[in-house]
């Protein structure tokens, strides 16, 4: 999600481009190859008209016309992730939930809703993070009042037994050993623990496991989750394509206007600041190549603030495929084949992750300390500015190129509408980026990257110990076995 969130926070300017005045456009283009392209920051990122109406019932209505003749993205944003499970045991549950929102209404059945999907053409999906869950169709704009009848049903109307919760529960405890069989979930798992320890970034969007398993004998836990959180005031309709916003407003009177309020907002404990360093390692039963998952503590997304962008553009510094660290550990010395990092937007303060996956176990801490030095690096030396433009106008071009459907135009809209509630912060926050300076990539470096800010956690694989054969236990399981 983060890749397609900067894909899509890095295609507007192309789209930008063809919108400003023909001089404007025509020397941005001129200039698109060197580094003095970047300072061409007056178009804005994302250039689609916005047109926003909020419904009696406080349900957000977004429209964003886009030419993309007779398909339409209907996105269903609703402002309810894992950071919202506060009681304790019930972690998971915004993800369960995005699976429930299948299972039907008195008016359509799942199976009903499936084929009414089929029969237009259009595709559906959800996927759920740790602020928000996103619905989404994508199909013709011709069968956009239809999008809005079995949408609007199944958000006002949801109806499952509990023999229908219990299965999908044991559903979502498969889908859990099916994710952790990679190292990467455990890591992240242990990660999380140890860096939050009073705030819901604790858990994983997945949940405990402990809180899976217990899942089936939730429901109705899970039907006053519904009726909390899946309210009119905390859900945003976005339409982005081949519409006119009038219509679609009136449509979304008509199909959503006697949606009742109800909206029921937790509190959200703040995590204290990490004083020292946290460490972990984990034992891996099966072979593979040692991991290593780092986290330092970062504020809460701030679209025009200094951290938010001087971070996205430090995560170009070090891990692009051009940066001197990339190049060193991976193609120069090839101590490792894989290593990213990066700050993922989140509504609360999070973390600057990064990721290795090491050739061998004596080289991890040969890695540790290369990461370190380079990030000491951006501390003590400032960056040369001809490299910080380019890389400024690197991530608006990838931006705009990114903004190439419907669908990749609303998912970038949704995420900024989860972070802040509007659409426009995507350009405040490109600006914002035009902005940063060589002094201000040191600053927030040295902030930033501190190790008592830091949690490290390792994975090597352990084969496990068999315990020696002890000829009296044996003897003695094998006659109570006879018995």
Same mark, same amino acid.
Not at 435 to 460: D, S, Y
């Given at each position: 999600m983060r890749r397609r969130q900067r894909a899509v926070l890095a295609a507007s300017a192309a789209a930008a481009l063809l919108i400003a005045s023909t001089a404007a456009a025509q020397a941005e283009s001129a200039q698109a190859t060197t580094e003095q392209a970047a300072p061409a920051a007056a178009v804005q990122a994302f250039p689609y008209p916005v047109h926003e109406q909020t419904l009696d019932n406080g349900l957000k209505v977004v429209v964003i016309p886009y030419d993309s003749p007779g398909i339409v993205a209907y996105f269903t944003v609703v402002r309810t992730g894992s950071r919202q499970e506060v009681e304790a045991g019930h972690s998971g549950f915004a993800h369960?939930?995005?699976?429930?929102?299948?299972?039907?209404?008195?008016?359509?059945?799942?199976?009903?809703?499936?084929?009414?999907?089929?029969?237009?053409?259009?595709?559906?999906?959800?996927?759920?993070?740790?602020?928000?869950?996103n619905y989404y169709i994508i199909g013709p704009s011709s069968e956009l009042e239809t999008m809005m009848d079995i949408e609007s049903d199944r958000f006002q109307n949801l109806e499952y037994s509990e023999d229908v919760f219990r299965t999908e529960a044991l559903a979502i405890l498969g889908e859990y050993n099916k994710n952790v069989s990679s190292p990467f979930l455990p890591m992240y798992e242990r990660l999380r623990e140890l860096a939050f320890q009073k705030h819901t970034y604790q858990h994983t969007t997945m949940g405990f496991l402990e809180d899976i398993q217990a899942m089936p004998g939730y429901y109705d836990y899970s039907l006053s989750f519904f009726d909390r959180f899946y309210r009119p005031e905390n859900t945003v309709l976005l339409v982005v394509g081949d519409v006119e916003p009038r219509r679609?407003?009136?449509?979304?009177?008509?199909?959503?206007?006697?949606?009742?309020?109800?909206?029921?907002?937790?509190?959200?404990?703040?995590?204290?600041?990490?004083?020292?360093?946290?460490?972990?390692?984990?034992?891996?039963?099966?072979?593979?190549?040692p991991h290593v998952m780092v986290g330092y503590h970062v504020g809460a997304f701030d679209a025009a603030g200094e951290e938010t962008a001087a971070l996205d553009l430090i995560a170009q510094l070090l891990f692009s495929d051009s940066a001197p660290l990339y190049?060193?550990?991976?193609?120069? +010395?090839?101590?490792?084949?894989? *290593?990213?990092?990066? !700050?993922?937007?989140?509504?609360? /303060?999070?973390?600057? =992750?990064? %990721?290795?996956?090491?050739?061998?176990e004596e080289l991890v801490p040969k890695v540790m300390q290369t990461v370190e030095s380079h990030i000491a690096r951006l501390q003590q030396e400032k960056v040369d500015p001809a490299r910080l433009e380019r890389i400024k106008s690197h991530l608006r071009y990838q931006f705009a190129l990114g903004l190439d459907s419907p669908g990749a135009v609303a998912f970038s809209a949704a995420n900024m509408?989860?972070?802040?509630?509007?659409?426009?912060?995507?350009?405040?926050?490109?600006?914002?980026?035009? +902005?940063?300076?060589?002094?201000? *990539?040191?600053?927030? !470096?040295?902030?930033?990257?501190? /190790?008592?800010?830091? =949690?490290? %956690?390792?994975?090597?694989?352990?084969?496990?110990?068999?315990?020696?054969?002890?000829?009296?236990?044996?003897?003695?399981?094998?006659?109570?076995?006879?018995?």
């Open positions: 369960f939930f995005e699976h429930m929102m299948f299972r039907g209404t008195d008016r359509y059945s799942a199976d009903e809703y499936n084929d009414v999907l089929k029969r237009i053409g259009a595709d559906s999906n959800a996927f759920t993070t740790d602020d928000y869950t679609v407003h009136a449509l979304a009177r008509k199909y959503y206007g006697s949606w009742e309020k109800g909206y029921k907002p937790v509190t959200i404990e703040a995590e204290p600041e990490q004083k020292k360093e946290q460490t972990a390692r984990l034992d891996w039963p099966t072979p593979t190549r190049q060193e550990l991976v193609v120069d +010395k090839q101590w490792v084949d894989t *290593i990213s990092g990066d !700050a993922a937007f989140r509504r609360d /303060p999070y973390l600057f =992750t990064i %990721v290795a996956r090491v050739k061998s509408l989860n972070l802040t509630g509007e659409v426009e912060p995507i350009n405040t926050l490109y600006a914002r980026y035009q +902005k940063v300076t060589p002094e201000e *990539i040191q600053r927030v !470096a040295r902030r930033v990257f501190q /190790p008592e800010r830091r =949690t490290v %956690v390792t994975l090597a694989h352990r084969a496990p110990e068999v315990a020696p054969a002890d000829s009296t236990t044996t003897d003695g399981a094998a006659a109570e076995a006879g018995e």
